[in-house]
């Protein structure tokens, strides 16, 4: 699959799954997406990646969602 079919699929998934994320997790709290569904979250964004590596995923593939922010990412530049 390419990195665009998996934008796609995560941009979706971020579309949907907004509601549940913004009611789930605190206020600014980093949720990632991969493969459609969540699989990882936390408060800084450097450990959230590291979440991401040891679960086998490469941060470049997933979307990162912050709960209550008011718009859906286009992407996410991690620095």
Do not use: H, W
Request: glycine content about 6%; aromatic content about 6%; some cysteine.
């Amino acid at each position: 699959m390419t990195r665009e079919e998996q934008n796609a699929i995560n941009q979706e998934a971020a579309r949907r799954l907004k509601p549940q994320i913004d009611a789930g997790y605190p206020a600014k709290q980093f949720v990632a997406i991969a493969g459609g569904r969540i699989v990882a979250d936390d408060a800084d964004l450097y450990k959230l990646c590291d979440k991401l590596s040891a679960l086998g995923i490469d941060p470049m593939d997933a979307l990162v969602e912050r709960a209550g922010d008011e718009e859906l990412p286009d992407y996410i530049e991690i620095i």
